[in-house]
T-cell receptor, first 112, second 115 residues
Framework: NAGVTQTPKFQVLKTGQSMTLQCAQD?????MSWYRQDPGMGLRLIHY???????DQGEVPNGYNVSRSTTEDFPLRLLSAAPSQTSVYFC???????????FGSGTRLTVV | GENVEQHPSTLSVQEGDSAVIKCTYS??????FPWYKQELGKGPQLIID?????GEKKDQRIAVTLNKTAKHFSLHITETQPEDSAVYFC??????????????FGQGTILTVHP
């Protein structure tokens, strides 16, 4: 039981490049979310999903796309990276309402 | 949408003292309030949570209280130890259907416990 696995752990992108941050969980959790963490800003919700095929926007969705084709995977796509997207990204999953989210170890992204 | 305010932003205590972190929320429909601990270089870890039908919950040295009328909830850590040093986040969500995915976090409190 690996929990929530995020890859890569570190990434440097050039402005305008695209990439996909991977997130996988093996706990059969229905709920999955992506957050970004910036100094002094706490954790801000980018996109979330309440099940396969169902996604919705969070607080800061611009510049990011998601899809949920399986219960296990919830990739986050950066369409055209910008320096403002330099951040630490966390994926999280939860079994049900009120059961708490399990977070991955994060991806530290730098856009130059 | 929901807005969660957390205070203080930094908290320094001596080992053995108690620590209290407070949060307020804006959405009266919120009904689930978790607390997370984040150590350096790691993802947040759930340490305790409370639902709106409960006023207080305890787990060993950690307790959370909720005042729905005032829309605030607090984390209490007793007999603090150096390993309690970390960043603590409160969060809130309205729950129910798709709303549960929208967990809104406070800005975080850096707790330092001095030996």
């Amino acid at each position: 039981n690996a929990g929530v696995t995020q890859t890569p752990k570190f990434q440097v992108l050039k402005t305008g490049q695209s990439m996909t941050l991977q997130c996988a969980q093996d706990m059969n959790h229905e709920y999955m979310s992506w957050y970004r963490q910036d100094p002094g800003m706490g954790l801000r919700l980018i996109h979330y999903s309440v099940g396969a095929g169902i996604t919705d926007q969070g607080e800061v969705p611009n510049g990011y796309n998601v899809s949920r084709s399986t219960t296990e995977d919830f990739p986050l796509r950066l369409l055209s990276a910008a320096p403002s997207q330099t951040s630490v990204y966390f994926c999280a999953s939860s079994y049900s309402q009120g059961s708490g989210y399990t977070f991955g170890s994060g991806t530290r992204l730098t856009v130059v | 949408g929901e807005n969660v305010e957390q205070h203080p932003s930094t908290l320094s205590v001596q080992e053995g003292d108690s620590a209290v972190i407070k949060c307020t929320y804006s959405d009266s429909a919120s009904n689930y309030f978790p607390w997370y601990k984040q150590e350096l270089g790691k993802g947040p870890q759930l340490i305790i949570d409370i639902r709106s039908n409960v006023g207080e919950k305890k787990d060993q040295r950690i307790a959370v209280t909720l005042n729905k009328t005032a829309k605030h909830f607090s984390l209490h850590i007793t007999e603090t130890q150096p390993e309690d040093s970390a960043v603590y986040f409160c969060a809130a969500t309205a729950g129910g259907g798709t709303s549960y995915g929208k967990l809104t976090f406070g800005q975080g409190t850096i707790l330092t416990v001095h030996p």
